[in-house]
């Protein structure tokens, strides 16, 4: 069985709670942190910059992705350079489009031109990978992130497209592969399996990291045992 200290993938907090990011980062249970405008509207996030200016007065020697929320290219653009301005362990999240399936290209290719980490989000095929690899630097860090969970959600075997997206970006030597979207523990298996660089796992996955490589036959003994506890509990008879 495989365990957490014989990976190489980074894990990175998928979240906008700021007190579990907190707690992660100290914890040193993960290797950094990724966010978006939905996890920031869950966690009941209003203003954007006071809170990302919060995590950051902490988290400041590992990675950390803050989106864009602008539909408009030039809109986008002016917001990625303020949450660049903000700290050095920031990547800037880009969608892989807008609303209108306009491609986000030249404003990647300007972007990363300038030396700008970029995190582009929201992939979903190889070929959008191939579009995306066109446009960034090689010598400029970036992260490109599929939503391997995503892809199996519609029923696809999403692996043999990440293999694909691996192989698609291995030229570019700063560019990090990232499994977007993980649903379970295996997943993490699956991803470093791919040559994924990154994972991003939700705090109900970074809560069940220890299960990674138990016994499975100790497993099975303490469901029988939990089972047995919450019907002594419960104080079933039949």
Request: with cysteine; hydrophobic share 45%; glycine share 6%.
């Amino acid at each position: 069985m495989m365990k957490l200290l014989d990976l190489k993938i980074k894990i990175f907090a998928d979240g906008a709670n700021k007190d579990d990011m907190l707690a992660a980062y100290r914890a040193g249970s993960v290797d950094g942190f990724t966010t978006n405008p939905s996890l920031m509207r869950k966690a009941g996030v209003t203003d954007y910059e006071k809170f990302a200016k919060e995590v950051l007065s902490v988290i400041k020697d590992v990675s950390i992705s803050f989106e864009v929320f602008s539909d408009e290219f030039d809109a986008m653009e002016r917001e990625a350079r303020k949450i660049a301005s903000w700290a050095r362990n920031i990547h800037v999240k880009i969608p892989v489009q807008n609303t209108k399936g306009q491609f986000s290209g030249p404003l990647i290719k300007k972007l990363h031109g300038e030396g700008i980490p970029l995190n582009v989000t929201a992939i979903l095929t190889v070929d959008q990978v191939r579009k995306v690899a066109q446009n960034l630097r090689g010598d400029v860090p970036s992260i490109v992130s599929v939503f391997a969970g995503r892809i199996a959600d519609t029923g696809v075997d999403p692996i043999p497209a990440m293999k694909e997206c691996a192989a698609v970006l291995k030229p570019l030597p700063k560019c990090e592969l990232l499994w977007a979207s993980s649903r379970e523990v295996l997943n993490i298996i699956q991803a470093e399996q791919c040559g994924c660089h990154i994972i991003t796992v939700t705090q109900d996955i970074i809560k069940k990291l220890s299960m990674l490589g138990k016994n499975l036959a100790e497993l099975s003994l303490d469901t029988v045992k939990m089972f047995f506890e919450d019907s002594t509990k419960s104080g079933f008879k039949i």
